[in-house]
T-cell receptor
Framework: EAEVAQSPRYKITEKSQAVAFWCDPI?????LYWYRQILGQGPELLVQ????????DSQLPKDRFSAERLKGVDSTLKIQPAELGDSAMYLC????????????FGEGSRLTVL | GIQVEQSPPDLILQEGANSTLRCNFS?????LQWFHQNPWGQLINLFY???GTKQNGRLSATTVATERYSLLYISSSQTTDSGVYFC???????????FGKGTTLSVSS
């Protein structure tokens, strides 16, 4: 069964360092999402792509976060510089097309900033 | 934006008991999904259910879209059912899932 792939699963970094997360959606899925989940809370949307275009990045802290999906397939989320408050689970999700249909999530990347 | 409220926030059960989790939402939706977050943090899809009723083994779900709520039923609970259950909705004007705060279920043997 096709899955959303994410790496790394775990990342420990020091404050002010750069960190990057990678996501490969299910093949054929045009819509890709990055969510952030702080411990004890529900996931919150950071950015949404349709193919290679950003649809919504209104909740992305653009002073330190960036996201790209250059060829409309896999995607990278970067944080530079990392801050203590960025410690969280970063979840990638995808769905086939458009605004309806089921979303599928990857296993997530857990970030700890020291 | 659309609001999602889940209840109860915490639920403690003995193995074999039944439970009902509720999700209320504040606007019409195109999409409603129930997830189980496992101890490693992965969100496991349980149901895609913007309306109607579905069943999968010991789990079933019902969404009454006109009254803006959804229910997740767990029967004969097992210790492996423990974890956090999330309801997430997508409004008719939206393009992404908005999550509730979750219900934490603890099942003891």
């Amino acid at each position: 069964e096709a899955e959303v792939a994410q790496s790394p699963r775990y990342k420990i970094t020091e404050k002010s360092q750069a960190v990057a997360f990678w996501c490969d959606p299910i093949s054929g899925h045009a819509t890709l999402y990055w969510y952030r989940q702080i411990l004890g809370q529900g996931p919150e949307l950071l950015v949404q792509f349709q193919d290679e275009s950003v649809v919504d990045d209104s909740q992305l802290p653009k002073d330190r976060f960036s996201a790209e999906r250059l060829k409309g397939v896999d995607s990278t989320l970067k944080i530079q510089p990392a801050e203590l408050g960025d410690s969280a689970m970063y979840l990638c999700a995808s769905r086939r097309q458009g605004w309806t249909g089921e979303l599928f999530f990857g296993e997530g990347s857990r970030l700890t900033v020291l | 934006g659309i609001q999602v409220e889940q209840s109860p926030p915490d639920l403690i059960l003995q193995e074999g008991a039944n439970s009902t989790l509720r999700c209320n939402f504040s606007d019409s939706v195109n999409n409603l999904q129930w997830f189980h977050q496992n101890p490693w943090g992965q969100l496991i899809n349980l149901f895609y259910i913007p309306s109607g009723t579905k069943q999968n083994g010991r789990l079933s779900a019902t969404t009454v879209a006109t009254e803006r709520y959804s229910l997740l039923y767990i029967s004969s609970s097992q210790t492996t059912d423990s974890g956090v259950y999330f309801c997430a909705v997508e409004s008719q004007a939206g393009t992404a899932l908005i999550f509730g705060k979750g219900t934490t279920l603890s099942v003891s043997s």
